[in-house]
């Protein structure tokens, strides 16, 4: 699970300077994007693995669910920046790492308590 909160919070890292730009309606770069969704990809699957392997613990259930969610979102706003060639919406740029820091504390939470 340390490996999963690391990759989350370097993830977080990339996340927010996409952010910045974003929000300064400015080219999000490119590389931060691919960078931040390899990074959370990889934490996601082994929590979700975990998750499988050892059970339905309401923390880390909760965890993988805003996680999920919080990615959906993040897919959405790939599809409009490259597909669309648009600037995400910023609620949504701005909600989506609101669910992702819930569900790193709740996993981190999990982690501290097993």
Known sequence: MLVAIIL???GALFGLHILTHILKNTPTPKLSVALHGLLVAIALVTIIVALINNGGNWRLTASVV???IA???GFLMVYIDLGKKQ????ALALLHPILAAIGLILL???TMGR
């Open 8 to 10: 989350f919070i370097i």
């Open 66 to 68: 805003l996680f999920i």
């Open 71 to 73: 990615a959906l979102g």
């Open 87 to 90: 600037m995400p919406p910023k």
């Open 108 to 110: 981190i939470i999990y």
